[in-house]
């Protein structure tokens, strides 16, 4: 005979390898506080829909609600030979109070909604701890760039010094990214939080149960009402982990820039001591590799995607063990998002960036001879082209004089010998880097009024979502306090029908 919960129609126990292969509890211990609380607002249900006894629920209940706390503390350990976090509660019910009562919490409901009401509990709130982080980064992105409207810095295009930009222009464009990710994580989140409780194995019950009421107990938004799909759902972990690798790919892009910027030929950026390591046998270096590692990390994530998008693409509907698979990849992909959004926040706000070296190289690669050009067209009433190509041939003789567009007096030589009379001012306000880069005016450039403008924008989105983030945070810590009182509240003696009644 065998002794597991299900071994009823087995004539042996589960062989020592099968289970080793196959087991969870380790996997799973990220899901106990989820399966203790959907467990709470399954029997609540259970109680109120009549299908058990009130008798019954004051026993459970109180129980769950000890094993709740148990958890907290870390006193709750799963026992391998149980298998998953499913059955393990599910056994520590009926070790307390007995098989009486305790072998009636499983009635109307299956491992396979109960595992992916766990993992939708488990993913929503790490989806909100990651948005809570990649907020904060934002706002530090957004705070630096107020205060560098008018620092300078340089902008590339093929990694060739391309025209002046300000500082807060680049801080600010890291932000305008990431709030687009923001923006996956709370559809991500819209996704997850669902309810697929009371979808049993796959073909609902012939028990009179109340979807909507472990929907509102559980904190779920909605329902996936067909339980075919519900049990078999975990779209909202590819979506959760295609948000992660973009997020990451934003990141890796952040941290490259870092790492070149920080080189000594660049030197545009100073990164803190304690954001390098050291070399063992070279005692110069300080190498950037915090901003390595997150580029490097980029790939955890990606392969959890294809992971779980190949592990999910051909099983039938229904549960699979297949999917058994889900987790440990989207675990670890959580933690790598979570861990790179605030080290990589900490790296950028700490590190400096070097205003005066950019002003040097902006000068020095001629990158305000786009503005030398458009002054052409402006005040000498000359094609584009044609002001390209004279500017053209002027940075080549600069270069091959070893000079560069503050010599002015050669410029001014060289544009009278195309018949162009300029001021000395004309060519100043056209070839500065400062002056050029304020120039810019044109709607989400990186002039100082563009950028002042779209911070303020980026700020109202930022809110909208921030907001949302809080409230959607408070709906869950809410529903949590709730199904604890209502434990707290029977454990006392009162009932789930005047409870609910209550609080109506
Ligand atoms: N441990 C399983 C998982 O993580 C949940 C149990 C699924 N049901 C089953 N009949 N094995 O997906």
New binding site residues.
């Given amino acids: 005979m065998s002794k597991k919960l299900w071994g009823g129609c087995f004539s042996k126990d589960i062989d020592s390898d099968v289970l080793d292969y196959t087991l ?1 509890t380790d996997v799973d211990k990220r899901l106990v506080r989820f399966d203790i609380w959907g467990s709470m607002a399954h029997l609540v249900m259970l109680g109120q829909q009549q299908i058990v006894s009130d008798a019954t629920v004051g026993k459970i209940l109180p129980s769950l609600l000890n094993l709740y706390h148990k958890n907290k503390i870390g006193a709750l350990h799963l026992d391998r030979s149980l298998e ?1 976090v ?1 059955l393990n509660i599910e056994a520590l019910i009926i070790n307390d109070v007995g098989a009486e009562f305790g072998g009636q919490l499983h009635t109307a409901r299956s ?2 909604d109960q ?1 992916v009401t766990d993992t939708r509990m488990y993913l929503r709130e790490e989806l909100l701890n990651i948005q809570r982080a990649l907020v904060d980064f934002i706002e530090s992105l957004m705070d630096l760039a107020d205060s560098s409207i008018n620092d300078l810095a340089v902008g590339y295009t093929h990694l060739q010094p391309a025209q002046p930009i300000s500082l807060a222009f680049w801080y600010s464009a890291h932000a305008s990214i990431f709030l687009r990710d923001l923006e996956r994580l709370a559809d991500a989140y819209n996704n997850t939080n669902r309810n697929v409780l009371g979808a049993c194995a796959l073909a609902g019950t012939s028990f009179p149960i109340d979807r909507e009421l472990t929907r509102k107990l559980q904190g779920f938004d909605r329902l996936i009402e067909h339980s075919l799909d519900a049990t078999s759902s975990r779209d909202f972990i590819i979506q959760s982990v295609s948000a992660f690798s973009i997020m990451m790919s934003n990141f890796s892009k952040l941290a490259e820039e870092i790492v070149i910027w920080n080189s000594f030929e660049f030197g545009l950026l100073k990164i803190d001591d304690a954001f390098a390591t050291g070399s063992s046998i070279m005692p110069q270096k300080k190498n950037p590799v915090v901003a390595e590692l997150a580029k490097g990390r980029s790939g955890r994530v990606y392969g959890a995607l294809m992971q779980i998008l190949t592990t999910t693409k051909g099983v039938t509907l229904g ?1 699979n ?1 297949d ?2 698979e889900d ?1 440990p990849l989207l675990w670890d992909s959580i933690e790598t998002v979570k861990s790179t959004t605030n080290i990589l926040h900490r790296h950028v706000v700490t590190s400096t960036y070097k205003s005066d070296r950019a002003a040097d190289l902006c000068w020095k690669n001629f990158s305000t001879v786009t503005e030398l050009a458009n002054m052409l067209v402006k005040n000498k009433e000359i094609a584009f082209r044609e002001a390209h190509r004279i500017t053209g041939l002027l940075t080549r003789e600069l270069i091959d004089r070893g000079a560069d567009l503050r010599d002015t007096l050669f410029v001014q030589h060289f544009l009278r010998g195309h018949a162009i009379d300029a001021t000395e001012d004309e060519i100043v306000a056209s070839t500065s880097p400062v002056n050029v880069m304020t120039k810019q005016t044109s709607t989400g450039s990186t002039g100082p009024d563009s950028v002042t403008a779209m911070l303020q924008n980026l700020k109202i989105e930022l809110n909208i979502f921030s907001t949302q983030m809080q409230n959607n945070l408070e709906k869950v810590r809410a529903a949590e306090d709730f199904i604890l009182k209502i434990s707290n509240d029977v454990k006392a003696g009162a009932r789930i029908r005047d409870l609910l009644l209550a609080a109506q």
């Fill in positions: 969870t998953d499913h491992r396979n595992v549960y063990c999917l058994q987790k």
